[in-house]
Structures are given as C-alpha cells and as structure tokens.
C-alpha cells in the first residue's frame, strides 16, 4: 500500500477523518436505503392504512434547508474571516436544528393524536422509524453544532486549518441530514 495512501501529518489526517465522515453517511444511506425498500416491499401486502403526512413535517423540511444555508454561510464567512456572520450562521443554525426536532416531535403527537400509533398499523409504523431514525441522527449533528458554537463563542476567532477542517466536516454532515430528509419527504409524499 505504500504510495497509495496519502502523506501524514495534517493532509493526512484530513484524507483520514473525510474518509471516516463519508464512509459513516454512506452506510446510514444504507439503512435508509433499506428502510425505503422494507416500505415499498411492505405496502402492497395489505393492511395499511392510508393517512396525510403531519403538516409539522412539511415546515421541518423548510425549517432544516434554512439551518443548512446558516451553516453553509458561517462556513464561507469563517474560511473568508469574518468573525460576526460566522458566529451568527453558526448559532442560527443550532438554532433551526433545534427547531427542526420539535417540529419532528410535534409531527409525531399529531400523527398519535389521529390514531396512528408505533404499533397499531405498520404503515404508521414505518413512518414513526423513518423520522424518528432520521431526528436521531440530526441530533447527532445539533451536538457537533453544539460543540462548534463553544468553539466560536468562547475561543478567540482564529480561521486556522484544523478549525477550518472542523467545520467543514460538521458541515457535509449537516448537508448530508437535509438532502436524506428531502429525499424521505419526497418519497413519503410520492408514496
């Protein structure tokens, strides 16, 4: 293997850490892949009830675009410099992270609220498993957000390379958790 592999140090440790990040989404691509299959396998064997996606889930999907623009624009706004739009994206989008799990959670008492409980019909199901995989991997992200919002807060503004290689990561994560919930939602509403 020797010249395949990148060199070590900082180059390497990016190559390393991007590998990592990307093999992690490929393989939550997987099981979402595979939860998508299970519904389409599923839905024809009868027994399943036919119902309206919450509309909180609807305003989640707008709500998680916005936060990804705040991230992407704190993102360029750290790697150009400027300390105050940085800081402002970051925070507006744990923000809206924030606010995408509650109106996750609000979804999910609407959809109990009509009767669609986690185990009375596996079309309800599917649907609970779906957004509720899904809110805990954004989750997942609110933290790494939580944890670069202390490092903007309350350590002086330094646009170096390992902050920089920070971010970026928490950001293609970010990116990665809107584009599979636009892409459950379409399938969802397609269905």
């Known amino acids: 293997m020797y010249g395949i592999l990148p060199k070590e140090g900082a180059e390497g440790r990016y190559f390393a850490l991007k590998f990592a990040l990307w093999a992690g989404m490929v393989s939550i691509s997987m099981m979402f892949g595979a939860f998508t299959s299970a519904y389409l ?7 399943w009830y036919e119902f309206k996606l919450p509309t909180a889930f609807l305003f989640s999907t707008i709500v998680l675009l916005i936060s990804s623009v ?3 624009w704190a993102y360029r706004s750290f790697k150009n410099g400027n300390e105050k739009p940085y800081k402002a994206g970051i925070f507006l989008s744990l923000v809206t992270g924030v606010i995408f799990i509650a ?3 609000l979804g999910w008492k609407s959809m109990f609220a009509q009767g669609i409980a986690i185990n009375l019909n596996v079309s309800g199901s599917f649907l609970y498993v779906i957004s509720g995989f899904h809110a805990l991997h954004v ?3 609110i933290a ?3 944890v670069s919002s202390l490092f903007a ?3 002086p503004f330094l646009n170096s390379a390992r902050r920089i290689l920070r971010l970026d990561l928490v950001r293609q994560y970010w990116h ?3 584009v599979l919930w636009i892409y459950l939602m379409l399938f969802l509403i397609l269905q």
Do not use: Y
């Not at 396998?41 to 027994?47: E, L, S």
């Open 153 to 155: 807060f309350s350590m």
């Open 144 to 146: 790494a957000l939580l």
């Open 70 to 72: 705040c991230l992407e």
């Open 176 to 178: 990665f958790v809107d």
């Open 103 to 105: 109106l996750q959670v």
């Open 41 to 47: 396998v599923r839905k024809p064997a009868g027994n």
């Open 139 to 141: 989750l997942g992200g």
